[in-house]
C-alpha cells in the first residue's frame, strides 16, 4: 500500500468557490504529479513538480494552480471552480526508478 | 495527440480464459512501460512493468510481451478470475527535465464473467 493521501475523498460545492485538494506523500520523493480522471477515462496530467520550489504545467491545459513548498505537499487550488472541473483529481508520486505511486483521488462535483 | 494507444476499451472474458490487452506507442525515448489497475473509486495501482531490454516478464498471472521493433507491448493475465474485474491502463514514460512523465492509454474495462 502506497503512503499516498488525498483528502477530501469527495467534494460537492457550488460555482465559484475558491477550494485546495490536497496531496501528501511520506514516503520523500522528489517527484510529484496531479492527473485528471473523468471515471474509467483515460488519466491526463494537469502539474508536475520535481522537487521543492517547481512546477510545471502538464499536458491537458487546467485552470487549476499548484504549489510544492514542502517535499511532501503538493496541494492543487481552483480559484473560482466551474461545473467544467467536475472529475476526478488523482495525485501521484514518484520514486528515481520511475515507478509511479497514486493517492486514492479526489472526486470533485461542481454545481 | 494519442502518445500510447490501447485496445480493446472493453473486454469480456469468461473465468479461466485469457484476457490480452494491447498497446501501441510512438516515442522511442519512452524507456519505461508500466500496467495499472484500476478499480471504481480507487487510484490506479501497479500491476507490472517493463523495460525495452526486455521482451517478456512475468508476475504471477501477469504477463508483459514487448516488441520493441513494433513498438507494441501487451499484457496478459493467465487463469483470469472475476476478482481481475477492473479497469486496466498501460502507460509509458520518458525523462523530460529530469521529471518522468507517465503517459497513459485510454483504458481497458475488463469484465471476468463467472
Known amino acids: 500500500e502506497a503512503d499516498i493521501y488525498q483528502t477530501p475523498r469527495y467534494l460537492v460545492i457550488g460555482t465559484g468557490k475558491k477550494i485546495t485538494l490536497e496531496c501528501s506523500q511520506t514516503?520523500?520523493?522528489?517527484?510529484m504529479y496531479w492527473y485528471q480522471q473523468d471515471p474509467g477515462m483515460e488519466l491526463h496530467l494537469i502539474h508536475y513538480?520535481?522537487?521543492?520550489?517547481?512546477?510545471e504545467k502538464g499536458d491537458l491545459s487546467s485552470e487549476s494552480t499548484v504549489s510544492r513548498i514542502r517535499t511532501e505537499h503538493f496541494p492543487l487550488t481552483l480559484e473560482s471552480a466551474r461545473p467544467s472541473h467536475t472529475s476526478q483529481y488523482l495525485c501521484?508520486?514518484?520514486?528515481?526508478?520511475?515507478?509511479?505511486?497514486f493517492g486514492p483521488g479526489t472526486r470533485l462535483t461542481v454545481l | 495527440q494519442q502518445q500510447v494507444k490501447q485496445s480493446p476499451q472493453s473486454l469480456i472474458v469468461q473465468k479461466g480464459g485469457i484476457p490480452i490487452i494491447n498497446c501501441a506507442y510512438e516515442?522511442?525515448?519512452?524507456?519505461?512501460f508500466p500496467w495499472y489497475q484500476q478499480f471504481p473509486g480507487k487510484g490506479p495501482a501497479l500491476l507490472i512493468a517493463?523495460?525495452?531490454?526486455?521482451s517478456e516478464k512475468k508476475e504471477g498471472r501477469f504477463t508483459i510481451s514487448f516488441n520493441k521493433s513494433a513498438k507494441q507491448f501487451s499484457l496478459h493475465i493467465m487463469d483470469s478470475q472475476p476478482g481481475d474485474s477492473a479497469t486496466y491502463f498501460c502507460?509509458?514514460?520518458?525523462?523530460?527535465?529530469?521529471?518522468?512523465?507517465?503517459?497513459f492509454g485510454q483504458g481497458t474495462r475488463l469484465t471476468i464473467n463467472p
Open positions: 501521484a508520486s514518484s520514486e528515481s526508478l520511475g515507478v509511479w505511486f
Open positions: 516515442n522511442t525515448a519512452f524507456d519505461y
Open positions: 513538480s520535481y522537487g521543492v520550489n517547481s512546477t
Open positions: 514516503m520523500g520523493h522528489d517527484k
Open positions: 502507460a509509458a514514460s520518458s525523462r523530460i527535465q529530469g521529471a518522468q512523465k507517465l503517459v
Open positions: 517493463i523495460r525495452p531490454d526486455v
